[in-house]
Protein backbone atom coordinates (compact mmCIF):
# COMPACT_ATOMS: atom_id res chain seq x y z
CA UNK A 1 0.00 0.00 0.00
CA UNK A 2 1.22 3.27 -1.02
CA UNK A 3 1.46 5.87 1.97
CA UNK A 4 1.95 9.72 1.95
CA UNK A 5 3.02 12.30 4.48
CA UNK A 6 2.07 15.74 4.02
CA UNK A 7 4.21 18.14 5.93
CA UNK A 8 4.70 21.96 5.83
CA UNK A 9 1.50 24.00 6.20
CA UNK A 10 1.26 26.76 8.85
CA UNK A 11 0.32 29.95 9.59
CA UNK A 12 1.53 33.03 7.66
CA UNK A 13 1.11 36.71 7.25
CA UNK A 14 0.15 37.84 3.96
CA UNK A 15 3.44 37.87 1.46
CA UNK A 16 4.99 35.13 2.98
CA UNK A 17 6.40 32.10 2.15
CA UNK A 18 5.94 28.28 2.80
CA UNK A 19 7.59 24.98 1.24
CA UNK A 20 4.91 21.54 1.59
CA UNK A 21 6.08 18.36 1.32
CA UNK A 22 4.59 15.23 0.05
CA UNK A 23 6.65 11.60 1.12
CA UNK A 24 5.86 8.49 -0.91
CA UNK A 25 6.46 5.52 0.91
CA UNK A 26 7.80 3.66 -2.83
CA UNK A 27 9.17 5.76 -5.89
CA UNK A 28 7.45 8.34 -7.40
CA UNK A 29 8.85 7.17 -10.98
CA UNK A 30 5.93 4.99 -10.05
CA UNK A 31 3.65 7.99 -11.34
CA UNK A 32 2.86 9.94 -14.15
CA UNK A 33 1.09 12.54 -12.84
CA UNK A 34 1.73 14.23 -9.37
CA UNK A 35 -0.21 17.40 -8.17
CA UNK A 36 -1.58 19.59 -5.16
CA UNK A 37 -4.97 20.48 -4.74
CA UNK A 38 -6.86 22.80 -1.84
CA UNK A 39 -9.96 23.10 -0.47
CA UNK A 40 -11.02 25.91 1.74
CA UNK A 41 -14.03 25.98 4.22
CA UNK A 42 -17.47 25.88 2.10
CA UNK A 43 -15.47 25.13 -1.52
CA UNK A 44 -15.26 22.12 -3.60
CA UNK A 45 -11.14 20.81 -3.51
CA UNK A 46 -9.47 22.67 -6.87
CA UNK A 47 -6.27 21.65 -8.25
CA UNK A 48 -3.76 24.01 -7.55
CA UNK A 49 -0.75 22.57 -9.04
CA UNK A 50 0.68 19.24 -10.90
CA UNK A 51 3.53 18.24 -12.61
CA UNK A 52 3.84 15.04 -14.74
CA UNK A 53 7.01 12.47 -14.41
CA UNK A 54 8.61 14.05 -17.30
CA UNK A 55 8.55 17.60 -15.36
CA UNK A 56 5.59 19.41 -17.61
CA UNK A 57 4.24 21.79 -14.95
CA UNK A 58 0.31 23.57 -14.46
CA UNK A 59 -1.11 25.76 -12.01
CA UNK A 60 -4.45 26.98 -11.77
CA UNK A 61 -4.51 30.77 -12.52
CA UNK A 62 -4.83 32.38 -8.95
CA UNK A 63 -0.84 31.12 -8.29
CA UNK A 64 0.57 31.10 -11.33
CA UNK A 65 3.72 33.51 -10.84
CA UNK A 66 3.60 32.84 -7.43
CA UNK A 67 3.36 28.72 -6.47
CA UNK A 68 6.12 26.25 -7.60
CA UNK A 69 5.73 22.26 -7.96
CA UNK A 70 8.87 20.15 -8.22
CA UNK A 71 9.60 16.64 -7.48
CA UNK A 72 12.73 15.01 -6.29
CA UNK A 73 12.93 11.46 -7.50
CA UNK A 74 16.01 10.59 -5.01
CA UNK A 75 13.59 11.65 -1.73
CA UNK A 76 10.10 10.06 -3.53
CA UNK A 77 8.92 13.82 -2.78
CA UNK A 78 6.86 16.24 -4.21
CA UNK A 79 7.07 19.62 -3.35
CA UNK A 80 4.85 23.07 -3.48
CA UNK A 81 6.95 26.22 -2.80
CA UNK A 82 4.50 29.02 -1.87
CA UNK A 83 5.44 32.49 -2.42
CA UNK A 84 3.44 36.02 -1.98
CA UNK A 85 1.26 33.96 0.05
CA UNK A 86 -2.56 35.84 -0.16
CA UNK A 87 -5.34 34.99 2.25
CA UNK A 88 -7.34 33.28 -0.19
CA UNK A 89 -5.02 30.82 -0.12
CA UNK A 90 -6.35 30.00 3.19
CA UNK A 91 -7.18 26.35 2.92
CA UNK A 92 -6.58 22.69 3.52
CA UNK A 93 -3.55 21.14 0.61
CA UNK A 94 -3.98 17.45 -0.28
CA UNK A 95 -0.95 15.95 -2.71
CA UNK A 96 -2.20 13.76 -5.01
CA UNK A 97 -0.07 10.92 -7.05
CA UNK A 98 -1.55 9.06 -9.71
CA UNK A 99 -0.34 5.65 -10.99
CA UNK A 100 -1.24 3.57 -14.38
CA UNK A 101 -4.25 2.03 -12.14
CA UNK A 102 -4.77 4.22 -8.27
CA UNK A 103 -4.71 7.65 -7.13
CA UNK A 104 -3.23 8.17 -4.02
CA UNK A 105 -3.52 11.09 -1.47
CA UNK A 106 -1.92 12.65 1.34
CA UNK A 107 -3.50 13.33 4.74
CA UNK A 108 -4.05 17.41 4.36
CA UNK A 109 -2.12 20.33 6.21
CA UNK A 110 -3.41 23.22 6.93
CA UNK A 111 -2.68 26.58 5.42
CA UNK A 112 -3.48 29.76 6.80
CA UNK A 113 -2.71 33.13 5.50
CA UNK A 114 -4.03 36.25 7.92
CA UNK A 115 -2.63 39.40 9.32
Known amino acids: QVQLVESGGGLVQPGGSLRLSCAAS????????MGWYRQAPGKERELVAR???????NYEDSVKGRFTISRDTGKSTVYLQMNALKPEDTAVYYCNLNSTFQSYWGQGTQVTVVS
Open 26 to 33: VSIYSFYV
Open 51 to 57: ITRGGIT
